[in-house]
C-alpha cells in the first residue's frame, strides 16, 4: 500500500530539514519565516511506498494567508494517510495550537517533537510519554538538525497510518465553546459528510465564522440560522466574540497540558542569548545604522577585499584558455569563421560573464548568513516602519533583499505576502533592486570610465535603484495601489550559527545556476550575436561589423537614446539583447567590439560613450525591465499577462524619464 504523508507545522520549526533527514533531499533551510512557500515532496528514505510533503508553515488553519490555503486544502482534499506535525519543543505552547487544529481533521497523526537538543541543553526536559497522553495522539521526540530520532518517527509514522490509527481525542473543550461545538456538529453531520469535511473540523470552523466552510457545508437558511444563534448565546454567557472564545479554549487546554509534562526551569540558552542580542540589533535608534554599517562591510567585502583578486585570477584563467584554445585552432587549420566564431563569439560572450562567478557566489554567501543566522528577519522587522510610508510592510522587505541577488526567486518570494495589494506592488518594486547579473555591466563601465571611484558608481547605483523604488511607492501608494500595508506580524526566530552544509549547498546551488546560464541562454546568445554581426542581409561575411544585419536592426531604435546620450547601435542593440539575461550586455559590447582584452573593451567603449552618457547607459540598465525569465516569474505570480506588461511598461518609462534626468543635468553642470 502507498503511503502519503503531510508534513505540517509552523514557521521555522524546522520542517525543512526534517525533510530532508526524511528524504535524503537538499532543500534550502533558512532561519527565516516563510521560507517555504511551495510544497514539496518526496520518497521517505528506505520506505519507497512513503512519499512525504513539505507544506508551507503555518499558525493555524484558518484561510488568512496563501500559506494556510496550500496547507489546508492538501489536507482537506489529498486525503494524507498520516500527518507527520512537527512542533518546536522550544515554543511548545505556541506550537501545539496547530496540533490541536489537525487532531480535529481525524487522520492518522504523529507528533515529532523537534529541537530537543536545545530544550536538553538549557536543561528543561518534556515528559514525552505524558503528552502523548494528553493529546492522544503518539509523540516522538527528535532533532532534525543532529539527525536524532528520524528513524523511530518514520516507524511510528508508518505504524500509525498503516494501521489507520486515528487520534483518540477530540475534545479539548469545556463549558460553553463545548456545548455550542456539540450542539453545532450535531445539525451539520449529514452535510459534513457529504462535504467529505471531517466533522469535528467543520463544527469547530463554524463556531470560529470560517467562510470557506459554511460555503462548503451548503447550508440551508433554517441551519444558518440556528448556528448563529448557538454562537451568539456563546458569545454571551462568555463575554468574549467567537474567534477568541475557541482561542481561549485551545490555550486553556495547552497550558494544563504543558504544566504537566513540561519542566522548565530557564528560558533555553538560545532564547537568553536571543534576547540580549535583539536589545542591541533591533535598537530603535541603532537598528538602522547598524544594517546599512553590515550591508556596506559586506559589499566591501564582496566587491574589493574578495572579490577582485579572485574576478582577476579566473580572468586571466579564461583568457590563458582561449588564447590555446586559438592556437589549437590555428594549428589544426579551421578556417577564419570558425575561428571567428569560437573566439570573438562563444569565448568572448562566455568568458566576460563567467568571471564574475567569483563575486556572485560571495554575495549570496553573505546573504545566507544573514538569513540563516536570523538577523534578516530582524531587519524585516525594523524596517517595517519605514516601508510603510511608501505603502509596504516589512514583510515586502525580504523579496526586496533577496532581489539583490535575483528577481526571480524574489518575486517569487513575494507570494508570502497575504494581501493582492502588497503583493503586487512588491512585485513591481522589486526589480528595483539590482540583481546580482547586472553586475558585470557595473564592473565594464566602472573599469572604462571610472576605475578610481569604483565605490562611489557602485553604491549610486544601487541607491538610485532604492530611490526609484520609494518614488514610486509613493507615487503608486495614491494612484494604482491604493489602501493600507496589512499589519505586520512576524515571529522572531531564535539567533543561530548557521549550519555549513546549508550555507555551502545554497552557495553550490547559486554557481551551479549561474554556470547553467553562462552555457545555456548566454552562450546561444553570444553565438547569435556573433552571427547577426558577422554577416550582412544577404548572408555574406562583412569586414567591419557596421555594415551588419544586427547594426542596421541597433540603429533603427538608437535614436530612441539619443536624449539619454549614447546614439550608436551597439548600446541600444546591447540594451535589448539584455533583456534574455542582464550579464548578455556585457558579452554583447565584448562581441561587438571584437575586444580581445579589458582594456581593448575599455578604448572601444570609450568610443561609444563620454563619461556621463556612460553613467545613464549604467543607470538605464539598473532600472529599465528584467530579464525574461523574472518578467516569466512576475506574468505567473500576479496571474494576467496584462499586469505583467504594465509592470515592465513602467519600469522601463522610469529607466528612460530617470537617465534622461541624470544625461540632461549633468550635461548642464557638465558644460
Ligand atoms: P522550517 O521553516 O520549518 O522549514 O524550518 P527550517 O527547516 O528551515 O529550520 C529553521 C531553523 O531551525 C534552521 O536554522 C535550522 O538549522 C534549525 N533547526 C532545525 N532543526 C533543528 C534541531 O533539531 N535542533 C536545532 N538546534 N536547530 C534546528
Ligand atoms: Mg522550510
Known amino acids: 500500500m502507498k503511503l502519503l504523508f503531510a508534513l505540517a507545522g509552523n514557521q521555522n520549526s524546522g520542517k525543512t530539514t526534517l525533510f530532508n533527514r526524511l528524504t535524503g533531499s537538499n532543500q534550502h533551510v533558512g532561519n527565516f519565516p516563510g521560507v517555504t512557500v511551495e510544497k514539496k515532496e518526496g520518497p521517505i528514505k528506505k520506505r519507497p511506498d512513503a512519499t512525504v510533503v513539505d507544506l508551507p508553515g503555518i499558525y493555524s488553519l484558518s484561510p488568512y494567508t496563501s500559506e494556510e490555503i496550500v496547507t489546508r486544502d492538501f489536507v482537506l482534499n489529498e486525503h494524507p494517510n498520516g500527518i507527520i506535525n512537527i512542533v518546536d519543543a522550544t515554543n511548545i505552547e505556541r506550537n501545539l495550537y496547530l496540533s490541536l487544529q489537525l487532531?480535529?481533521?481525524?487522520?492518522?497523526?504523529?507528533?515529532?517533537?523537534?529541537?530537543?537538543?536545545e530544550v536538553r541543553a538549557s536543561g528543561n526536559s518534556i515528559d514525552v510519554q505524558k503528552l502523548s497522553?494528553?493529546?492522544?495522539?503518539?509523540?516522538?521526540?527528535?532533532?532534525?538538525?543532529?539527525?536524532?530520532?528520524?528513524?523511530?518517527?518514520?516507524?511510528?509514522?508508518i505504524k500509525v497510518a498503516s494501521e489507520k490509527r486515528t487520534p483518540q481525542k477530540y475534545d479539548f473543550c469545556e463549558g460553553e465553546v463545548h456545548k455550542a461545538i456539540h450542539a453545532i456538529a450535531h445539525i451539520v453531520v449529514d452535510q459534513a459528510a457529504e462535504a467529505g469535511l471531517p466533522l469535528r473540523f467543520a463544527a469547530t470552523k463554524l463556531?470560529?465564522?470560517?467562510?470557506?466552510?459554511?460555503?462548503?457545508?451548503?447550508?440551508?437558511?433554517?441551519?444558518?440560522?440556528?448556528?448563529?444563534?448557538?454562537?451568539?448565546?456563546?458569545?454571551?454567557?462568555?463575554?468574549?466574540?467567537?474567534?477568541?472564545?475557541?482561542?481561549?479554549?485551545?490555550?486553556?487546554?495547552?497550558?494544563?497540558?504543558?504544566?504537566?509534562?513540561?519542566?522548565k526551569h530557564q528560558e533555553t540558552r538560545e532564547q537568553v542569548r536571543s534576547e540580549?542580542?535583539?536589545?542591541?540589533?533591533?535598537?530603535?535608534?541603532?537598528?538602522?545604522?547598524?544594517?546599512?554599517?553590515?550591508?556596506?562591510?559586506?559589499?566591501?567585502?564582496?566587491?574589493?577585499?574578495?572579490?577582485?583578486?579572485?574576478?582577476?585570477?579566473?580572468d586571466q584563467a579564461i583568457k590563458a584558455g582561449t588564447n590555446a584554445l586559438s592556437d589549437l585552432?590555428?594549428?589544426v587549420g579551421a578556417s577564419y569563421w570558425i575561428r571567428s566564431l569560437i573566439v570573438n563569439g562563444v569565448c568572448a560572450g562566455v568568458g566576460s560573464v563567467l568571471s564574475f562567478l567569483p563575486i556572485i557566489?560571495?554575495?549570496?554567501?553573505?546573504?545566507?548568513?544573514?538569513?540563516?543566522s536570523g538577523y534578516m528577519a530582524r531587519v524585516a522587522f525594523v524596517m517595517d516602519k519605514l516601508l510603510r510610508k511608501i505603502g509596504l510592510s516589512g514583510r515586502s522587505f525580504v523579496p526586496m533583499l533577496i532581489g539583490f541577488g535575483c528577481s526571480v526567486p524574489a518575486i517569487m518570494s513575494a507570494r508570502t505576502l497575504s494581501s493582492e495589494r502588497d503583493r503586487k506592488m512588491t512585485i513591481l518594486l522589486?526589480?528595483?533592486?539590482s540583481c546580482s547579473a547586472k553586475l558585470p555591466i557595473y564592473g565594464m563601465i566602472i573599469m572604462a570610465f571610472f576605475p578610481t571611484h569604483r565605490a562611489l558608481v557602485m553604491i549610486s547605483v544601487y541607491v538610485i535603484g532604492m530611490i526609484v523604488a520609494v518614488l514610486s511607492g509613493l507615487l503608486l501608494k495614491g494612484t494604482v495601489f491604493r489602501g493600507n500595508p496589512v499589519p505586520f506580524v512576524m515571529e522572531l526566530p531564535a539567533y543561530r550559527i548557521p549550519a555549513p552544509k546549508s550555507v555551502l549547498l545554497l552557495m553550490w546551488e547559486k554557481a551551479k545556476d549561474f554556470l547553467h546560464r553562462a552555457f545555456t541562454i548566454i552562450f546561444m546568445a553570444s553565438i547569435v550575436i556573433w552571427f547577426l554581426q558577422s554577416f550582412d542581409i544577404r548572408f555574406n561575411m562583412v569586414a567591419d561589423s557596421s555594415e551588419s544585419i544586427l547594426a542596421g536592426l541597433g540603429s533603427l531604435i538608437a535614436p530612441i537614446f539619443v536624449p539619454l546620450g549614447f546614439n550608436d547601435w551597439r548600446a541600444s542593440t546591447a540594451l535589448i539583447t539584455g533583456v534574455t539575461a542582464k550579464e548578455t550586455v556585457v558579452s554583447t559590447f565584448t562581441v561587438l567590439t571584437g575586444a580581445a582584452t579589458d582594456a581593448d573593451l575599455a578604448a572601444a567603449l570609450s568610443t561609444i560613450f563620454s563619461p556621463l552618457s556612460a553613467f545613464s547607459f549604467l543607470v538605464f540598465t539598473v532600472l529599465y525591465m528584467p530579464c525574461v525569465a523574472a518578467f516569466a516569474a512576475s506574468r505567473r505570480e500576479l496571474g494576467s499577462t496584462k499586469s505583467a506588461i504594465f509592470t515592465a511598461a513602467y519600469q522601463t518609462v522610469a529607466a528612460y524619464l530617470v537617465a534622461l534626468?541624470?544625461?540632461?543635468?549633468?550635461?548642464?553642470?557638465?558644460l
Request: glycine residues 6%; aromatic residues 8%; hydrophobic residues 50%.
Open 661 to 670: 534626468a541624470v544625461y540632461q543635468i549633468g550635461s548642464l553642470f557638465l
Open 276 to 314: 540580549r542580542i535583539d536589545r542591541i540589533l533591533t535598537n530603535k535608534w541603532l537598528g538602522i545604522p547598524i544594517f546599512l554599517g553590515i550591508m556596506l562591510i559586506i559589499f566591501w567585502l564582496t566587491f574589493t577585499v574578495l572579490g577582485e583578486p579572485l574576478q582577476n585570477l579566473l
Open 361 to 372: 557566489v560571495l554575495l549570496f554567501f553573505f546573504l545566507s548568513m544573514l538569513e540563516d
Open 329 to 331: 585552432m590555428v594549428s
Open 103 to 117: 487532531i480535529e481533521l481525524g487522520i492518522p497523526m504523529v507528533v515529532a517533537l523537534n529541537m530537543m537538543d
Open 207 to 263: 463556531v470560529e465564522g470560517d467562510e470557506p466552510t459554511q460555503k462548503l457545508l451548503n447550508l440551508d437558511e433554517d441551519q444558518k440560522h440556528i448556528i448563529e444563534h448557538i454562537i451568539e448565546d456563546m458569545q454571551n454567557e462568555l463575554g468574549t466574540d467567537r474567534e477568541a472564545a475557541l482561542a481561549d479554549m485551545r490555550y486553556t487546554f495547552i497550558e494544563k497540558a504543558c504544566a504537566a509534562c513540561v519542566t
Open 133 to 157: 497522553d494528553q493529546l492522544g495522539v503518539p509523540v516522538v521526540p527528535i532533532s532534525a538538525g543532529k539527525n536524532e530520532g528520524i528513524n523511530d518517527l518514520i516507524d511510528v509514522a
Open 430 to 433: 522589486t526589480p528595483f533592486m
